[in-house]
């Protein structure tokens, strides 16, 4: 009976870990879906934006109140689930609080965890704040309502009950070592949790170990549980920020690539010397469709956007054209790409792997053409985003599919473009006549 909490700590401990695995499984399965793309160049560029944009949250103060609330939640996460290390010792082998044979630093430790988590509890509290009472206007978009809006606050009270439980578990443990509990060794220091475990004097010991033991199992249990859930939530880029950055577009922002067939093309018609009649040399190089229509045109990097998307909403607010009132908003770009994708995963699921069409695609069903033709190319949306996503790049593929598959761009960019071609400029008059304005009186 003694060794019954360790099995049943190793079975939840699996359980939580192959759930995880098995999506980070279906994860990995749905962004290659994505087209191949080379992002091999320059590493010790993107090992620098890594560190820079994601551990660094560079872009994250720009905004300094959100920002500094949001690095105070990350130190935390990051920091304080170092002791999830010993927990998950203790809970295999029986031991309780295994570290504390580092003396002095144990107690630096424990001491720096209760202060985080004292600052989560604040910070959260902000956020949450922020969204409902404040009632930030990025966070009231259409895209938002539904289950983004509750995604998030979900999210904030799954942080504020962990750091609470990390509290109480700290208190009832501080507690019992007061009144020398056995195998209560004296460890660690509670510069937070001592005044919570005066909410606890009278309660003898039984009960106070009943209390920690609880405390320490749903903490432990909750931590998988939002481990978990992150799969299903916009929190995946607590883990995908890192390669997001690291793949993150190393060029100009307002650089476009060129198609390579197109080019070619070109260069034979510019070419005095190419045989206009003869056939093709590399017709096999022309790809099979122009643009993207659907997720899978896209690449696995854009999809890996989509993934990482925080749904913080600043592409949106720096947006000029859903500051005037368009129907353009690039976060719900990124999350039609990620509702799209899902869908697709499920469809390969429930397909033994093969993907049968739907009579669905991300173009029209998710994302309409009003929105794509809304927007500027300014790439306010790239700059203001604080993990390198680039809403820019879909809808610039999308258009172009468009216009190169459907010959379907608006009149007045079609009639632009005829008249580059017959006048050699973007207004409907003849060469000949371009200097007339300047006769008139």
Request: net charge neutral; aromatic share 12%; hydrophobic share 45%.
């Amino acid at each position: 009976m003694q060794y019954l909490p360790n099995i049943l700590f190793v079975v939840v401990l699996l359980i939580g870990t192959g759930y995880f695995a098995k999506n980070v499984g279906k994860l990995r399965r749905n962004i290659l879906l994505g087209k191949d793309t080379d992002v091999s160049d320059d590493r010790p560029t993107r090992w620098r934006n890594m560190l820079r944009i994601a551990f660094g949250q560079s872009k994250m103060v720009v905004r300094p109140v959100a920002g500094l609330l949001h690095v105070i939640v990350y130190v935390g996460f990051v920091i304080i689930n170092i002791e999830v290390l010993e927990i998950v010792i203790d809970g295999i082998f029986g031991t309780h609080r295994v570290f504390s044979g580092l003396g002095p630093v144990y107690d630096f430790l424990i001491a720096s965890f209760e202060i985080l988590a004292f600052l989560v509890i604040i910070s959260v509290v902000a956020f949450w704040v922020r969204r409902n009472i404040i009632k930030l206007q990025r966070f009231l978009k259409p895209e938002m309502k539904g289950w983004p809006k509750k995604d998030g606050n979900l999210i904030l009270y799954i942080e504020l009950v962990l750091m609470f439980l990390f509290l109480t578990m700290n208190a009832a443990d501080f507690r019992l070592q007061q009144l020398g509990a056995e195998h209560y060794l004296q460890a660690g220091s509670f510069p937070v949790s001592q005044y919570i475990s005066n909410w606890f004097i009278g309660m003898d010991i039984p009960s106070l170990i009943f209390l920690e033991r609880t405390a320490w199992w749903l903490h432990i249990v909750g931590i998988l549980f939002f481990l978990n859930y992150l799969y299903f939530s916009k929190h995946l880029h607590i883990l995908l920020a890192f390669p997001n950055t690291f793949y993150g577009k190393l060029g100009p922002k307002g650089k476009f690539n060129n198609l390579e067939a197109v080019t070619r093309e070109v260069k034979l018609m510019m070419n005095p010397n190419v045989d206009p009649f003869a056939a093709p040399d590399d017709a096999g190089d022309v790809p099979s469709k122009f643009g993207a229509s659907d997720v899978m045109d896209l690449s696995w990097v854009q999809l890996l956007n989509a993934y990482t998307c925080t749904e913080c909403g600043r592409c949106t607010s720096e947006c000029p054209a859903n500051q005037t009132g368009k129907k353009l908003s690039p976060r719900k770009i990124m999350m039609d790409t990620r509702d799209r994708l899902e869908e697709v995963g499920k469809i390969l699921d429930a397909n033994k792997g093969e993907f049968k069409e739907d009579g669905k695609q991300l173009l029209d069903d998710y994302i309409t053409r009003e929105e794509l033709w809304a927007c500027t190319s300014c790439n306010a949306c790239v700059e203001a985003c604080p993990v390198s996503i680039d809403p820019l790049s879909i809808i610039m593929d999308m258009r172009q599919y468009l216009v190169m598959e459907q010959s379907a761009a608006p009149s007045d960019l079609n009639n632009m473009m005829g008249n580059i071609e017959n006048n050699g400029a973007p207004w409907p008059f003849n060469q000949m006549d371009r200097l007339n304005w300047s006769k008139e009186s």
